[in-house]
């Protein structure tokens, strides 16, 4: 690991690490106060709020209080120095992760022993609230640490393979969440192979049109000003009105059109929601690429110039590479974004994974909500450390 720089204020006096006491007083408050899971007899009853001490075992959330009793340790400017702390939460944070969703999972198989087959196991406030405490902690470690980024993978991929084998071990098996999932493969299967073609055919030509454009925001400063007021009015618009507004002239157009509506294009479905996500798209896309290439030094273009080469070559060999990873950073948050707003398509049947969330919404049953949402944020979040992963790559030697 890089060596860790610390700041005089952040050693001083008793707590060293306020980020970490915080989370772990909100953890230790929400366990203490809310339920970890629920049993219910069936998919559409709330259930009986049970809460964490009582559904783990002894070994269980005893060992839950050493790690939480050495997490607070950590966080105070005695015993160890800054450096061994975070890298002693590295490792107690991803324990207490995985004793969390251990602890669930064991507790579900317990409980579901003597109950009937329509008997539900769902998660509790307090358990979102103890398995996400940690990952902060993970995170702020890391950043505090500055650690390179082939550590970072490395760990991040050793802790996913860590609960990906728990689901292969059939850990989880009898949460309701699975339960909903082995009722749904094949249609899961079929909305998330939909989820994700909806964002990639959103983003290709979002991408296509917003780099172009903010190429022509960086050359012609004219055309700044009414470029970025359209696309900030795009942004205005809430999604689900957007996606609604473009029901009525799709439809016209497909009628007036019949070889349009032969290509797919409809007034619901994939169509309005594909042009909609691409205005979304646009002004993260056109703001960093103008951005990115304002960010150039006039000096280097100079120093281009100087060497002979013509605008098409510093264009390629120069500004672009240098303007990159900002343009991968614009493409990070459009990413994310589209992955979220994607859910809200399928309100005008485009389908993907928000098809379950409302669909449980109808039925009040939050598992199969969540049978939506959890990928959907699962699905975000590799995204968004596979853009990070890329962007920093595409840094030049040096950078930071």
């Known amino acids: ?63 839950l209080g050493l790690l939480a009793v050495l997490l607070g340790l950590c966080a105070l400017s005695r015993p160890f120095s800054l450096p061994a702390a975070y890298r002693l939460v590295l490792v ?3 324990l207490w992760l995985l004793l969390v969703l251990y602890g669930l999972g064991s507790y579900a198989d317990r409980a579901l022993e003597d109950a009937s087959s329509a008997a539900r196991i769902s998660q509790g406030a307090a358990f979102w609230i103890v398995a996400f405490c940690p990952v902060l902690m993970i995170v702020d470690a890391f950043q505090r640490l500055h650690t390179n980024l082939a550590l970072r993978s490395l760990y991040a991929a050793l ?30 299967a079929a909305e998330f192979a939909t989820h994700l073609r909806l964002v990639a055919s959103a983003l290709g030509p979002a991408l296509a049109i917003g780099l172009p454009l903010g190429l022509l925001a960086h050359r012609r400063s004219g055309a ?22 473009l029901v009525a002239p799709l439809a016209a157009l497909s009628e007036a059109l019949p070889f349009l509506r032969a290509l797919g294009v409809k007034g619901i479905g994939a169509t309005p929601a594909i042009i909609a996500l691409i205005m979304y798209a646009l002004l993260p896309i056109v703001r960093n690429t103008y951005a990115g290439f304002a960010g150039v030094a006039a000096t280097t273009l100079e120093a281009a110039r100087g060497m002979g080469m013509t605008s098409r070559q510093i264009l390629w060999r120069v500004e672009i590479p ?31 994974l928000g098809s379950f969330i409302f669909q449980g919404l109808g039925q009040y049953a939050i598992d199969l909500v969540l049978l939506g949402a959890v990928p959907t944020i699962a699905l975000a979040v590799v995204a968004d450390f596979l853009l990070q992963i890329l962007v920093a790559i595409s840094k030049p030697a040096g950078a930071r």
């Open 1 to 63: 690991m890089h060596s860790t720089k610390v700041s005089k204020g952040e050693s001083e006096g008793l707590v060293a690490n306020r980020v970490l006491l915080t989370l772990l007083v909100a953890a230790l408050i929400g366990a203490a106060l809310l339920p970890f899971a629920a049993m219910a007899p069936n998919r559409l009853v709330s259930g009986q709020s049970v809460g964490l001490v009582s559904a783990l075992l002894a070994w269980q959330w005893g060992t």
């Open 92 to 94: 107690a944070a991803p």
């Open 159 to 188: 802790l996913a393979g860590s609960v990906a084998a728990m689901f292969a071990l059939d850990v989880f098996d009898g949460l309701a969440i699975l339960r909903e999932y082995a009722n749904n493969r094949e249609l899961f």
């Open 224 to 245: 700044r000003g009414p470029l970025f007021g359209l696309l900030n009015f795009f942004q205005t618009i809430p999604s689900i009105a957007l996606f609604a507004l």
């Open 322 to 352: 240098l303007a990159l990873p900002v343009i991968l950073s614009g493409l990070r948050i459009v990413t994310v974004q589209a992955i979220g707003l994607t859910v809200v398509a399928a309100l005008i049947g485009a389908g993907g």
